[in-house]
């Protein structure tokens, strides 16, 4: 706990290695594959799909779904999300309990929790450098958060792995600009730094918590396969979102029957 709280204050990041257990993730995969089969159905009945392709595995149906139509593949999951087999990896007691160390008593789910189907060659699953921070305002530089990324399948430079650049948590919120479909870190901060970038290649069951003022970036996955994970972020919830939704409470002393309580209870709720 202490070598990774220390990493985390130091670099900004700190990798956890085998931390999630085979039943959460499955239940996660599970949920995805939901999801997915959600989305064939509905496409088979828009008439753009004669073949469901419900033998192709987690890794490569989505591409299958969408081979004739590259433009409208989902790039991301958010009020999906709310169903109970995403509740174990959200409230996982390990993770809670670093962020308890790292922002204290009252920690809410920030209502930024995703799931990325990362697809081959596409333009808009290409996450630019950014901080967090910079898609949410000059005043988010005082928001203590954690953020977490967890693969579902093994990640690399090849499929679109995460980077980061170490230390540079402490730069404050830097100007951002708006590309084709991210921000991006301006030039001038990036440039001098980028070569200092490192890659996170970690495989399902590790995750990697993260300061939301690391400027980081998901490569683009040149793979042949989806690069599957999952992004989320705790926060301290004695401050405000400083957006319009409000989030989820995972943990408290102050007002423990505010809390969500299980999976049950998540599924219930919306993204909000
Ligand atoms: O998954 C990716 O490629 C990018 C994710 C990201 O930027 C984030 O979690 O903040």
Redesign the pocket.
């Known amino acids: 706990m202490e070598s990774v709280i220390t990493d985390f204050n130091e670099n900004g990041f700190s990798i956890l290695h085998g931390i999630l257990a085979s039943e959460t993730l499955e239940a996660v995969k599970h949920e995805c594959k939901t999801l997915v089969d959600a989305l064939a159905s509905q496409r088979q009945t828009e008439g753009k799909l004669a073949n469901m392709y419900p033998d192709a595995d987690f890794e490569t149906r989505l591409i299958r779904l969408y081979e004739n139509y590259p433009d409208e593949n989902p790039t991301i999951f958010r009020p999906e999300l709310h169903r109970e087999g995403f509740f174990g990896v959200f409230a996982h007691s390990i993770l809670l309990e670093l962020a308890g160390v790292i922002l204290g008593p009252e920690i809410r789910l920030y209502p930024n929790y995703?799931v990325?189907p990362?697809l081959p060659e596409n333009k808009r699953?290409e996450?630019l450098w950014?901080q967090?921070a910079g898609y949410t305002s000059k005043e988010a530089d005082v928001l203590r958060m954690m953020?977490v990324?967890a693969p579902l399948v093994p990640v690399n430079i090849e499929n679109?792995c995460?980077e980061f650049i170490p230390g540079s948590h402490k730069w404050g919120v830097v100007p951002h600009e708006k590309d084709e479909y991210y921000l991006r870190i301006h030039d001038d901060y990036i440039k001098p730094v980028e070569a200092d970038a490192v890659s996170i290649e970690i495989l399902p069951g590790d995750v990697v918590i993260f300061s939301n003022l690391l400027f980081?970036?998901?490569?683009p996955n040149r793979a042949q396969h989806v690069?599957w994970?999952l992004?989320f972020r705790y926060q301290d919830a004695t401050q405000p979102t400083l957006r319009t939704t409000q989030g989820h409470l995972l943990r408290s002393q102050r007002t423990p029957e505010a809390v969500v309580k299980d999976a049950k209870a998540w599924a219930q709720l919306e993204f909000q």
């Open positions: 995703s990325r990362k699953t996450v950014h967090d953020n990324w679109g995460m980081h970036r998901g490569l690069r994970s992004d």
